[in-house]
């Protein structure tokens, strides 16, 4: 069978350059009268058939013919060389394959004899690409989560590649984009998907200075859907020692994580930030579980203040700022948004107690010590009282048995 086609295929080479107008017609034609067998393989045994529908249907078909991408072959060259040189994309995507050849992706995978993740890993069969604004799409934006998936979201695959996560579909999935992205909010559209942060082509490790997710870029990529929370965030005590380039200063990931953002309205994760503010600000942090808020939101009500409460979450400011809840001109009504009746003796109070801190407050470093050695000296005075008693205890017993052992 496969002679013969060549053979017909040779003939309407022939009869195609006799006739332009013939060759016109149907550019790939003399291509598909061996390739639309489906079943069809070369030389290597790999299955060279392509199916015509799906190629017409997808982006290249209907405009690109097959020696647009096969240039090592010609309609008036064939049949064609046993094995033909792969398709360099970048004869016509220049820029998105300039991008991805400085990537992770394009590094030799292993055993060095392939990218780790080339074009077709992402867009699907060289044949069968589709748009990324048709829903059947490999890189759709609703599918995009389960393509990066395939490798993100195993993790023996994880494992064998020496790349990060093997859950991070899963993360992502439950997370808040996940939902959103899911159409619950009703807001589908605008629901940040991998590419929305990582990039779509150019995706870089966040190590690399130029990656979007550094560190030093993540509230600017936060920043392209959330911008007023950025404008605050800018205008905030974090902010400022990020334009001061402090990349040490905590940034969007720092309290809402990455992958597996919660919503904000989460009682536990409300709980569980307070947490997050102390791995910078562990002294106020313990103070802060000294107080009766800090002992009730330990046992994991989130109706108490936390950290955000009183300082803000976003645009947090020093105490000496003007604008800040924390001033002494606006605490009182600071405090006022949950206790009624507040007043200035009743905001006097210090939200963070630091008994062995003399400067902070004398008297209650004092009393500190006092209650200190008033609890030592309970527990010391009893202790030995116990002791003495258990003694007693014991020679009374053995009084009466020495005594009753005489008599009998």
Not at 11 to 36: F, I
Not at 120 to 147: D, F, M, P, W, Y
Request: positive net charge; proline residues 5%; charged residues 15%.
């Amino acid at each position: 069978m496969r002679p013969l086609l060549i053979l017909a295929l040779i003939l309407a080479a022939a009869l195609g350059t006799a006739d332009p107008a013939a060759a016109q017609a149907g550019p790939n034609d003399a291509c598909l009268m061996c390739h639309s067998d489906l079943s069809a393989k070369g030389s290597t045994g790999k299955v060279i058939g392509v199916d015509k529908a799906k190629f017409g249907a997808s982006a290249h078909g209907g405009f690109v013919k097959c020696v647009d991408c096969h240039t090592d072959t010609a309609v008036d060259k064939l049949p064609h060389a046993p094995q033909l040189e792969p398709v360099a994309c970048q004869s016509c995507h220049a820029q998105a394959v300039a991008e991805y050849q400085g990537t992770p992706h394009a590094k030799p995978g292993a055993g060095g004899k392939a990218a780790v993740a080339d074009c077709a890993s992402c867009h699907g069969a060289a044949h069968e690409v589709l748009k990324s604004t048709q829903t059947a799409s490999l890189t759709h934006r609703l599918n995009i989560q389960t393509t990066c998936g395939s490798c993100h979201g195993s993790q023996p695959v994880a494992q064998q590649a020496a790349m990060p996560g093997g859950n991070v579909q899963a993360k992502y999935h439950d997370s808040i984009h996940g939902q959103l992205l899911k159409g619950q909010g009703g807001y589908s559209e605008q629901a940040p998907n991998c590419v929305s942060c990582h990039g779509a082509h150019g995706i870089l490790p966040k190590g690399d200075e130029k990656s979007r997710v550094a560190r030093a870029n993540i509230v600017d990529t936060c920043g392209g859907c959330h911008q007023r929370e950025k404008i605050v965030f800018d205008k905030g005590a974090h902010g400022k020692l990020r334009q001061a380039g402090i990349t040490a200063g905590p940034n969007c990931a720092d309290c809402h994580g990455s992958h597996a953002i919660p919503a904000s309205t989460q009682s536990d994760w409300q709980v569980a930030t307070i947490n997050q503010c102390g791995g910078c600000h562990s002294d106020l942090l313990k103070s802060y579980h000294l107080t009766y808020h800090g002992k009730v939101t330990n046992l994991g009500f989130s109706q108490m203040a936390t950290c955000a409460s009183c300082h803000g979450a976003h645009d947090v400011r020093p105490a000496s700022d003007p604008l800040s809840p924390t001033h002494k001109d606006n605490i009182v009504a600071m405090c006022g948004n949950c206790h009624q009746n507040s007043s200035v003796q009743f905001a006097s109070w210090d939200p963070h107690p630091q008994p062995a801190n003399r400067e902070r407050s004398i008297t209650l470093y004092y009393t500190s010590i006092f209650m200190n050695v008033l609890l030592a000296g309970v527990f010391a005075f009893f202790g030995l009282h116990t002791l003495l008693w258990a003694y007693r205890s014991f020679r009374v017993v053995q009084e009466r048995r020495r005594k009753g052992g005489g008599h009998g």
